[in-house]
């Protein structure tokens, strides 16, 4: 790093810094700009070996698009995505604010054994519970359908939150709350009327997440589910417009494309919010 | 003091005075902090602790989808540890952890020095950089699925007409070596984004003066790095480190879109195996005992992660 050095070293080094650069966001973005070109080429010029493959040559087509909504169930995988997001969001961010609050703020006997339980349970990976999740999901009677997703996403999500939300909370002074407690006001209206007010960034951060968690998860929405017409926008896409050996690719990078947009919008509008969640998660954890 | 409101209420006390002993009874510390808690206690007992429990009780008993067996003892792990594919996905499970791991390492501390600079389109870069992370994985593993295919593979088409290989070029995702150079291409692909942005947190952290001093005594920019910033955000790096072990380990999307495991079990991990053997072939005992191979590493990770968080 160029410290004290000259302006002439700076400039040199910041050079040597986008050089550098350069090609790795080449690396990151290049499958993005696949997908698009691939999803907007007719098939005769996809399957040419002879054709240009980073642009298109013979015209921009929408077939691949048209294939997906008239001849898949696009539009309810991604209805569904939606609905088990918000449901699972919801749920999860409220037992996560009752549960952070209670870490972070109240004392009881036990209260470190919880925190280290949740702590643990962050950790465990989805693949390693999915079997037996599998027959539980069957016990309950919700195989094969997208309240089976609503109950059991909140698993991985309530930790997650709670961890992050203990961390906003433990910002807040204490002396509002016990001015608040003085006055008057029961434990709960504190929490609601002084305590969340003030969390706010920290609740946006964790319904960002856990929405884009859900959205995202794969290992469970492909194992619970297999009837095309309750699958979620990931599974959906990955799995019906693959037929055995034939791949319809235009279609497959059309959805692929179409069903990262919502989470594209999101973190484009919210990118610090990311960024501030990615590393509270991990260096708090 | 938690039986008194009922007491009272069973002895028919008046309405007023039971609501307001029961008011005072939630709002004493510990019991609000207990009531605030149990919804999550219950969720994460009934929904992972429960599971988890069941898990091991699978790998003990010939349990199949749609009929429960009997308790067999150690046969599943007998069984799975003699057949040649479980060994392969053992294998398998450790050059992918142990290259990725490395890999996004290496590189995540790398680029996130580069983002440390104070360049222009500072947000923006940092907004690509992060971007791998948040989109589907599955989803953006279908592109590198499309660029890695064997006849129409845009990496290959490249490299023919640079003259780097000869056509038709490798058949990344049929041939072993390139099946696993292409899993783990991807997953370092899509994880490096959490490094970078991690570890630039931990940078940021890192006090000029102390650059500033080591600069003065001529240390050269290696030696900078290595005596002075690696050791202050070694515990950043730490965390990262342990984070991304459990989870390159249990890792499940990528390869079961890249490969399903193939070629001949080549790219197989834990979790892979796991459903192949446990849903789709039915034998959820063995399944289970083969994702329970997931489980040391973690409760190592785990081990480490709270010895360092009450070092803090």
Redesign the interface.
């Known amino acids: ?1 160029a ?2 050095g000259s302006r002439g070293a700076r400039v040199r ?2 050079v040597f ?2 050089a ?2 350069a090609p ?2 080449f ?3 290049f ?2 700009y ?2 698009v070109v ?1 999803s907007f080429k007719s098939n005769a010029e ?2 040419n ?1 002879k054709s240009i ?2 642009w298109i040559q013979s015209g921009v087509v929408t077939e691949h698009y048209a294939l997906l909504f008239q001849k898949t169930d696009f539009v309810t995988w991604m209805k569904n995505s939606l609905l088990v997001a918000v449901v699972a969001t919801t749920v999860s961010v409220v ?2 604010i ?2 952070g ?3 972070a703020r ?4 036990g ?1 470190a054994t ?1 925190g ?6 962050y ?14 999901v069957v016990w309950l009677g919700l195989s094969d359908s997208i309240s089976a997703l609503m ?2 996403y ?2 991985f999500l ?2 997650f939150c ?1 961890w992050l939300l203990m961390g906003y909370f433990r910002t807040i002074p204490r002396e509002i709350e016990e001015c608040a407690l003085v006055d008057g006001a ?3 209206q504190t929490l609601s009327k002084i305590v969340l007010p003030m969390a706010v960034p920290g609740i946006i951060c964790a319904v960002l997440f856990s929405f ?1 968690l859900c ?2 998860e ?2 469970y929405a ?2 619970f589910i297999s009837q095309s017409a309750h699958k979620t926008a ?2 959906g ?2 799995s019906d417009l693959i037929r055995g050996d034939i ?1 319809f ?1 235009g279609s ?2 059309a ?2 494309l179409l ?2 947009i919502p ?2 919008i999101i ?2 509008l919210f ?1 610090d919010y ?2 501030s969640g ?2 509270a998660g ?2 708090k ?1 | 003091m938690a039986v008194g409101p009922r007491v009272l209420a069973a002895a028919g006390f008046p309405a007023p005075g039971r609501r307001s002993r029961l ?1 005072e009874w ?2 004493q ?2 019991v ?6 149990v ?3 219950a ?2 007992v009934t ?2 602790g ?3 429990g ?2 091991i009780w ?1 790998s003990l008993s010939d349990y199949w989808v749609g009929s429960p067996g009997g308790f067999t003892g150690l046969t599943n792990y007998g069984a799975i540890i003699e057949n040649e594919t479980f060994r392969q996905t053992f294998k398998n499970s450790f050059v992918f952890t142990g290259i990725a791991l490395t890999l996004k390492i290496v590189l995540g501390v ?2 996130a ?7 222009s389109f500072k ?1 923006v ?16 593993t ?3 699925l ?2 890695f ?1 064997s ?2 593979s ?1 990496v290959n ?1 490249t490299a023919v007409r640079l003259h780097l290989i000869s056509a038709p070029g490798p058949n990344w995702l049929g041939q072993s070596a390139y099946a696993m150079a292409a899993v783990i291409t991807v997953n370092v ?1 899509r994880g490096l ?2 490094f970078a ?2 570890v630039l ?2 940078l940021m952290t890192v006090p ?1 003066e102390y ?2 001093a080591a ?2 005594d001529g240390a050269s ?1 290696w030696r ?1 790095f290595w005596h002075v910033t690696l050791p202050l955000i070694r515990p ?1 790096l730490a ?2 480190i342990l ?1 991304s072990t ?2 390159t380990f ?4 990528i390869v ?2 890249l490969t399903r495991g193939g070629p001949i079990n080549t790219t197989h991990l ?2 892979t195996l ?2 192949q053997v ?2 789709q072939g039915g034998n ?1 005992g063995q ?2 005992a083969i ?2 191979f ?2 040391p590493l ?1 409760a190592l ?2 081990f480490f ?2 010895r360092y ?1 009450r070092q803090e």
């Open positions: 790093m410290l004290a080094s910041n810094a986008y550098n650069l790795y966001i690396f990151v973005l499958p993005f696949f997908m691939t996809l399957y070996l493959p980073f037992i996560s009752l549960a609050y209670s870490l109240l004392r009881f006997r209260a919880f280290t339980a949740i702590f643990i349970t950790l465990v990976p989805p693949t390693l519970l999915f079997l037996p999740l599998s027959q539980v109950l059991i909140p698993t309530v930790p709670t029961t434990r709960m884009t959205w995202n794969f290992t492909l194992t990931v599974v896409v990955t791949y690719w497959l990078m959805g692929a069903a990262s989470i594209v973190y484009v990118l990311y960024v990615l590393t991990a260096v954890g | 008011r939630w709002e510390e510990h609000f902090g207990y009531g605030l808690i919804p999550a206690i969720l994460l929904l992972v429960f599971p988890f069941m898990a699978f790398w680029l020095m580069l983002l440390a600079r104070n360049l947000r870069i940092r907004g690509i950089v992060l971007l791998p992370f948040v989109i589907p994985t599955a989803l953006s279908l592109a590198w499309w660029m295919d006849l129409y845009v088409w692909w984004p959490f942005i991690v947190a931990g000029r650059l500033e600069e003065v920019s900078r950043v965390v990262v984070f459990v989870f249990a890792d499940f999307n079961e879109v834990f979790a796991a459903y446990g849903l959820l399944g289970a994702s329970l997931i489980f973690l990770v785990v992660q709270l968080v």
